[in-house]
């Protein structure tokens, strides 16, 4: 079997290679193991997952950041969501033989390497969320624990091909946790930083700086954990009946 991992930021692609890859292409790491550079956003992400099934992908894992909405979780947190819900609060399963068998492996190198694992719902976003308080209020109406911009897009096209998924997502963002208005302001259409923008706003907004080295700090926590997963990566993909 041949298990495609889509990925969002230019960040999130860094924890798995150094290849050089460009948005809205793939590349093989290995015979069994294809990973897509999407971009950010509901369409990128779908466009990648039907690239990577052309590609002979036969299950689909989204991997990256996410934002918490559960004050139980820290950034580096990791989550294995199990139940995904849509903008439209609609549910999806993911696999569950696949997710028994991830958790089993990420338990245990959770405990070697001192990060938390937690399974729960992971709640689509079609917009940036930005404040606390819209974070919490999301969480009381659908009790999901994190969401993203991406998983719920690659889980319907695997869905739509009879395909196992997975979403496998580091927390960078804690839920008490505004976001500072200048990644709002830098944000494009296609959900991308545009550092000029950002540093235009930083220039008229001082007072941002702290936020954005902290947003930083917290990104990184994700990152670090990411990269502790990838040398499992053959061990998340077993043969399946």
Request: with cysteine; net charge neutral.
């Amino acid at each position: 079997m041949i298990t495609g991992i889509v990925v969002a930021l230019p960040q999130e692609l860094k924890t798995l290679t150094t290849q050089k890859i460009v948005k809205g292409q793939c590349v093989f790491l290995n015979k069994t193991l294809v990973l897509a550079y999407s971009g950010a956003g509901v369409s990128n992400a779908e466009a990648s997952a039907k690239l990577l099934i052309a590609q002979g992908a036969t299950r689909l894992i989204s991997w990256g950041c996410a934002g918490a909405l559960s004050t139980g979780l820290q950034s580096g947190d990791l989550v294995l969501a199990d139940t995904l819900i849509t903008s439209e609060d609609e549910t999806i399963a993911v696999n569950a033989d696949w997710h028994r068998h991830v958790k089993a492996v990420l338990e245990k190198l959770a405990c070697e390497s001192k990060f938390a694992l937690r399974c729960g719902s992971l709640l689509e976003s079609k917009t940036l969320v930005s404040t606390s308080h819209d974070k919490q209020h999301k969480h009381h109406k659908t009790k999901a624990i994190a969401l993203d911009m991406e998983s719920v897009a690659i889980a319907k096209v695997a869905q739509h091909h009879a395909l196992p998924f997975l979403a496998i997502r580091a927390i960078a963002d804690p839920v008490t946790m505004d976001l500072p208005q200048a990644v709002s302001h830098a944000l494009n259409q296609q959900g991308d930083i545009e550092l000029g923008k950002l540093l235009s706003y930083l220039l008229w907004h001082p007072s941002e700086l702290k936020s954005l080295i902290t947003l930083g700090q917290h990104f990184n926590a994700a990152k670090k954990t990411l990269k502790l997963i990838t040398k499992e990566l053959e061990h998340l993909a077993p043969e399946l009946a």
